[in-house]
């Protein structure tokens, strides 16, 4: 049962990292439009590759 | 027109060099619009960044400080064939969004401390068994007590504070039970660790608070997406004020940006965005959106005018004012609060539910107690089983029960065109028996129609159309409109306070008063007729002809009151209009009981009434006038068009040309009450079922679990079922 000494405290770590993760991207406004992220996911790449060049 | 607004008001310095603009743009709807809007502004060079948001049709904009004039997007964006109009966030509508991202981040911690615990908790339920050490067994509960005890007090406080608030006004809602069951769940499974018991309930109860949780984040979205959606409504309307910098110096401005003891200009066709009192000039105006009024009045140096008065003949300066001293905004300033403490008294379905519930849950679990005390069990045992009672009653299905189904019914009125302004105006509406309809601007359009088109040749129609483009009056706007009319003629002069004038074909032409194109007669023939109409004359020549312009009604007004009728629905007109218009109105309708001439505070006094009849009443109107009488009513609505105070205080608003999404709020607030109350006893159920096992102390921290996500399982399928469309 040693094997708890490092199994715990990983799992515990590791849950709080998803926590923290899940805050940023409250904190970042990953929420505030639901709908457009849902089509965001899908949509081409060519937005991106247009405003990389035009930088 | 709106490219000449001035934008400094919405233009914010985020730092770093780099400007912000926020503009809710009408017509996005899809995620094509979406890709294109932000490809062609991020291509113009110094945009930082362009975002939509599609789900409030918002777009924000950051470009580099002093490169670009904010008009190019609203004008690159009407190339592309959208709308843009600036707006800012109102104070409501950001404590709405901070609420609902402060919800949104106590339910990530909730979920995630129940997602680890539940991984400590099945080895543990597992392990009671087959051969967990006891010492193993009290690690995994110290470890559980050590994630959910902090995140519980964390996640809960919504819980706790509310509950807190209600006892100390010394009443109960929803919130005492929840906070005493999390409370004591907690206390024990703690106790019970310390002592080496079995079963702890950390598990359970942090489930509870993320399921609660998750009800009440579904709740304050729908508050914050109708909010976001009312906000770019006010954008959309763009008012704008003509504001004197000095004496002799104008500027367009937002009339956001209006500030008491600005003075104001007023031109004959402009609705005035504020309220104040004139001090120069002379006009007719039309206060039929304030008082339901249809014919003009006079209003000299001194009078007072609202927000929402059409300018008609001459040119105002007003002086802006907080408070007027107008006696009509006091009044029904006065009986809006009145009407509004009232409103506060109303009883929502869970409030109802949980004053019954509270009582019944803790004497349940106090006689568990003494019963198994007198039985001969230990007192440990007796409050162990007590306390599982309590967590197995804890109002889990309760709190999701009308959330969901408010969220879901909502999302169907929103593709009806009807916003709800408050969570509980789904329970009101379905409750009510009789509706009564203001008329000016809610069962007749608040834009005017030319009555008399038939009788008049086309061509004289469109050569009047293109003559009235060159006058600001709203009567010959109306017109205009009716004639299609897009090219004006050319060197038309304006006789103020008279109509236009000018020449065509060689021969004179003119538009306005009867007397001033000496169309006198055909204007009284009209008006023997129809006594609510405002007549303009067109001459062309010898040619003489008169257009009656009036309000005209929604066009499936009949079709509505119908509809209500068939529901059994009672239907009444009380409106401030005159006699004859509202009679003509009701017989059109056929609508058999009606009121005119009715003061603010008779439409109170009418609404008194029927509430001591015992009638449930919904109040739809849209002027300054109804605004006490839609707070005092058992529920209300209002057309977008509505004045602000109006809007403000109404349970929903509706979009459009319509009248049928008054019908629909009715029919989808039914079926939502229904589903509401199904819930409810789906709960109760569950409690039935659920109960006698706790009281036999057979409850395990596993079937804990189970039955909680069971139940609010159950209630959530069955509050999708409110998502069927009304066919309106």
């Not at chain 1, 405290?9 to 990953?30: C, D, E, I, R, T």
């Not at chain 2, 009209?526 to 309000?551: K, M, N, T």
Request: charged residues 20%; negative net charge; hydrophobic residues 50%.
């Amino acid at each position: 049962m040693e094997v708890l000494i490092i199994l715990v405290p990983l799992a515990l770590s590791l849950g709080f990292v998803g926590l923290l993760g899940f805050l940023w991207s409250l904190k970042s406004g990953q929420y505030d439009d639901l709908d457009g992220a849902a089509w965001r996911a899908i949509a081409d790449d060519e937005p991106v590759s247009d405003h990389r060049g035009s930088k | 027109m709106h490219a000449d607004i001035d934008f400094s008001h919405y233009l914010k310095n985020t730092g770093a060099g780099l400007v912000h603009l926020d503009l809710a743009v009408e017509g996005i709807n899809c995620a094509g619009c979406m890709a294109k809007i932000e490809r062609n502004l991020s291509n113009i060079p110094d945009v930082t960044s362009a975002r939509v948001n599609l789900t409030d049709s918002r777009l924000a904009l950051e470009w580099k400080a002093g490169t670009l004039e904010p008009a190019l997007f609203v004008s690159r964006l009407a190339e592309l064939g959208y709308k843009a109009y600036p707006f800012e966030r109102d104070d409501a509508e950001t404590l709405e969004a901070q609420r609902a991202q402060g919800l949104l981040r106590r339910l990530g911690v909730a979920a995630f401390a129940a997602m680890n615990v539940m991984m400590l908790s099945i080895p543990v339920w597992s392990g009671n068994v087959s051969d967990m050490l006891p010492e193993q067994r009290d690690f995994f509960h110290w470890l559980s007590a050590l994630i959910v005890l902090p995140a519980a007090a964390y996640s809960a406080q919504p819980f706790f504070s509310s509950a807190l608030s209600a006892l100390r006004a010394r009443g109960v809602n929803m919130d005492v039970p929840i906070s005493i069951g999390i409370v004591l769940a907690l206390a024990t499974s703690v106790i019970e660790t310390i002592n080496h018991a079995e079963h702890a309930y950390f598990d359970a109860a942090i489930m509870l608070i993320a399921f609660l949780l998750a009800g009440r984040y579904l709740d304050q979205n729908m508050r914050r997406r109708t909010r976001a959606f009312a906000g770019n409504l006010a954008a959309l309307k763009a008012e704008t004020a003509t504001k004197f910098i000095s004496p002799t110096e104008i500027r367009t401005v937002p009339a956001a940006a209006i500030r008491p003891g600005d003075i104001v200009l007023l031109r004959p066709g402009e609705r005035c965005a504020v309220d104040g009192n004139v001090i120069e000039g002379r006009s007719e105006v039309d206060q039929s959106l304030i008082t339901g009024e249809t014919l003009p009045a006079m209003v000299t140096p001194g009078s007072a005018v609202f927000a929402g008065t059409l300018v008609r003949s001459g040119t105002l300066r007003v002086r802006a004012s907080a408070a007027s001293g107008g006696t009509l905004l006091d009044e029904i300033s006065r009986l809006l609060d009145h009407a509004l403490q009232a409103r506060s008294r109303y009883l929502r379905l869970a409030e109802r539910a949980s004053r019954l519930y509270a009582p019944v849950v803790h004497a349940t679990a106090l006689l568990t107690m003494l019963g198994w005390l007198a039985y001969g069990a230990s007192f440990h045992d007796s409050i162990v089983t007590a306390i599982a009672v309590l967590i197995i009653t804890c109002p889990c299905a309760l709190g999701l029960a009308i959330p969901a189904v408010q969220t879901v019914a909502s999302g169907a009125l929103f593709g009806s065109g009807v916003l709800l302004n408050a969570g509980d105006a789904i329970e009101r509406v379905a409750e009510i028996d009789r509706v009564i309809l203001d008329k000016t601007g809610t069962l007749t359009l608040p834009e005017l129609d030319v009555a008399n088109l038939a009788e008049i040749p086309d061509d004289v129609v469109r050569l009047a159309g293109r003559l009235a483009l060159s006058s600001r009056h709203p009567v010959a706007a109306a017109v205009a409109r009716y004639a299609g009319a897009a090219s004006p003629l050319p060197d038309i002069q304006e006789e103020p306070g008279q109509g236009v004038h000018g020449l065509h074909e060689g021969r004179p032409i003119r538009l306005g008063r009867p007397s001033f194109c000496g169309a006198d007669d055909l204007a009284n023939e009209i008006l023997c007729r129809d006594p609510e109409a405002s007549v303009v004359a067109f001459s062309h020549g010898d040619s003489r002809y008169a257009f009656a312009v009036r309000q005209r009604l929604r066009p499936d007004a009949a079709e509505v009151v119908a509809g209500l009728a068939r529901m059994g629905v009672a239907v009444e007109i009380v409106s401030g209009d005159r006699e004859p218009a509202v009679r003509l109105a009701a017989e059109q309708l056929g609508v058999h009981e009606w009121r005119a001439g009715v003061s603010p505070v008779d439409k109170i006094a009418r609404l008194e009434e029927l509430a001591r009849q015992g009638c449930k009443v919904l109040m739809v109107g849209d002027g300054l006038n109804d605004a006490p009488a839609l707070a005092a009513a058992h529920a209300s609505m209002s057309p977008v068009t509505a004045t602000h105070l109006s809007r403000a205080v109404a349970d929903a608003v509706f979009l459009g040309e319509r009248l049928a999404p008054v019908l629909a709020e009715v029919k989808v607030s039914r079926r939502a009450l229904r589903l509401m109350r199904q819930n409810l006893w789906l709960a109760v159920i569950y409690n039935v079922l659920a109960v006698p096992i706790a009281i036999a102390g057979l409850v395990t921290p596993l079937i804990a679990a189970a039955a909680m996500s069971g139940s609010s399982i159950i209630v959530m399928l069955n509050a999708l079922r409110a998502r069927a469309r009304e066919a309106v």
